[in-house]
C-alpha cells in the first residue's frame, strides 16, 4: 500500500503539536526530482548540510557553505507543496553569536522558502535559538552527535553514555525551552532518546536513536542505497539503487562498444513516419 501524501504543508507550530502522537517523517533531499517524490509522504523534508558529503564529494560537513545551501533549497523548493521544508545552517554561519546567525538564517529563508531552519549545539545556543524565534525563525535544534563539532567531539562516536547523559538531557531541555520546535537526537543510546522524548516538551526526531523518539530521520541517499562509501549502524537500506545504477552503467558502456546501442529503435529515419517519399 502506497502512503497518500498530504495536500497542505504542516508548519513547525504543528509539527510542535505532533508531540506523543503519530511518529513523524523525515528524510533529507537536496534536489529537485527527489523532493517531488517525497513530497506530502513525509512530514519534514531537510535539506541537510550531508549535502557536501553525499553530493560533493567533501570528507565532512564543515566545508559546507551558505551558497551551496542556498542552491540545494532553491532545488527542493521547487519540488515541495506538502512537506514542512526545514534548511540546515552550515558550520560558521551562526555559532559567532545570535547577530550573526539572525542574519543568515533570515538569508535562508528569503532565498530558499523554507519554513525552518535546524542548527545544532544545546545549552550554549539557547540564547541563539531564542533571538531567532523571537524575530520569527522557527528553529529546529540538533543534539548528541552534531558533525560539524566532529573534530572537537573526537570523531563520529556515541553521545550521552553513562553520565555525559544528564548533559545531553541539560542541553535538550535547554533548546527546548529556548523555544526550538523540534530537536534531533543523533547517535545516543536508545534509553536516553527515551527519557529525552519523556522529559521535553517537543518531539525528538532520532537518527541512531530509538523507535520511542516522536520521529525518525535518515539522509535519503543512505536509505536508497545510493550513497555507499560506508553505513553508520543507524542506517537500514530500503532499496539498493546505487547498485543497480553500477550495473546499468555497465550494461550501457557494454552496448556502446558493441553497437547495439542505439538501435533502430532508437534513431530517426530520413522520412517522417507516415509519410511516404
Request: proline share 6%.
Amino acid at each position: 500500500m502506497s502512503a497518500t501524501p498530504r495536500q497542505t504543508a504542516p508548519t513547525p507550530a504543528a509539527i510542535r503539536a505532533a508531540k506523543g502522537g503519530t511518529p513523524l517523517v523525515a528524510l533529507t533531499a537536496y534536489t529537485t526530482p527527489t523532493a517531488r517524490m517525497m513530497d506530502g509522504v513525509v512530514d519534514i523534508v531537510l535539506v541537510g548540510d550531508s549535502v557536501g558529503m553525499v553530493l560533493h564529494g567533501l570528507p565532512s560537513t564543515l566545508g559546507v557553505t551558505m551558497e551551496m545551501m542556498i542552491l540545494h533549497g532553491q532545488a527542493v523548493r521547487r519540488g515541495l507543496g506538502a512537506s514542512l521544508m526545514v534548511v540546515d545552517m552550515p558550520f560558521g554561519s551562526y555559532e559567532a553569536g545570535p547577530e550573526t546567525a539572525f542574519a543568515n538564517a533570515a538569508r535562508l529563508m528569503s532565498e530558499t522558502g523554507c519554513e525552518a531552519v535546524k542548527l545544532e549545539g544545546g545549552r550554549h545556543m539557547a540564547d541563539t535559538i531564542r533571538f531567532l524565534v523571537a524575530r520569527g525563525v522557527p528553529v529546529m535544534a540538533h543534539v548528541g552527535l552534531t558533525p560539524q563539532s566532529v573534530h572537537a567531539l573526537g570523531g563520529y562516536k556515541v553521545q550521552g553514555r553513562g553520565a555525559a547523559g544528564e548533559a545531553l538531557i541539560a542541553d535538550a531541555q535547554a533548546v527546548a525551552e529556548a523555544g526550538a520546535f523540534a530537536v534531533v537526537l543523533e547517535k545516543v543510546p536508545a534509553a536516553l532518546a527515551d527519557r529525552v522524548t519523556s522529559e521535553v516538551p517537543i518531539p525528538t526526531i532520532g537518527i541512531g536513536a530509538s523507535a520511542g523518539c516522536d520521529g525518525q530521520v535518515l539522509v535519503v541517499d543512505d536509505m536508497l542505497g545510493l550513497f555507499t562509501e560506508f553505513r553508520p549502524k543507524f542506517v537500514k537500506r530500503f532499496a539498493t539503487l546505487g547498485e543497480r545504477a553500477e550495473a546499468a552503467i555497465a550494461a550501457y558502456a557494454g552496448e556502446v562498444r558493441a553497437r547495439t546501442f542505439p538501435a533502430e529503435e532508437h534513431t530517426f529515419a530520413d522520412t517522417p513516419p507516415g509519410e511516404t517519399t
